[in-house]
């Protein structure tokens, strides 16, 4: 299986808040202006935060919780870990939340939490309610970079919360980063349902 193609990312930011003058290289705490050093560096970094969260995970009750991991895994690279983003973001075409609904989202990713640790009590409402929480939080889309790493660590830590493992592995299994990319990029609750049903393990 190869992995499916999906076009990039579009920023509507007029002032270049967060990138260096003519170039979109974030601009990052070691002050690196190769796009490839930058990558590189972000990528060891976040992965070293990463490793600490399997160690201890963050405990997920409220989108607040979902501000303190993004901040926990970027915290050496950008200012702005766990703050909210201040552009507007599309990905193939289509916008994610605009900045005027964050306050609506966040009442409304607060609710599907609460759901999750009252109701969620089987397997097969575990997965349909995480499914859930990953579809809207990717549409929520919070930060500027790294939405992807920081919803993956959410539904792991809302899972462990149950006794369950689910580790989405999108950089080593093709089938999972289909369904993961299929699912959140067009919104398709059966391919998250499908992805989490894959990998949901008891402990």
Known sequence: MVKNQYEG???????????????????????ITNIEEAYRNEHLLVTRRLADLRIQAIEV??????LAIHNYLFQDVYSWAGQYRRVNISKS?????PLQ?????ETYMNQLIHTYH???????EIIKQLAKILDNLNYFHP?????????????????????YSAQIRVEQDDEIYNLYMDGTVYGDLGKLEELLGKILEKL
């Open 61 to 66: 009750n409220s989108i607040r919780d979902i």
């Open 9 to 31: 990312y579009e920023y509507i930011d007029p002032n270049n808040q967060y990138t260096y003058p003519n170039s979109t290289v974030l601009i990052n705490k070691q002050n």
């Open 143 to 163: 930060f500027r970079e790294g939405n992807g790493r920081t919803q993956r660590e959410v539904i792991r830590s809302l899972a462990l919360s149950k006794g």
């Open 101 to 105: 609904s964050f306050n609506t989202a």
């Open 118 to 124: 009252q109701t969620a009590n089987s397997k097969d």
């Open 93 to 97: 075409g289509n916008p994610f939340m």
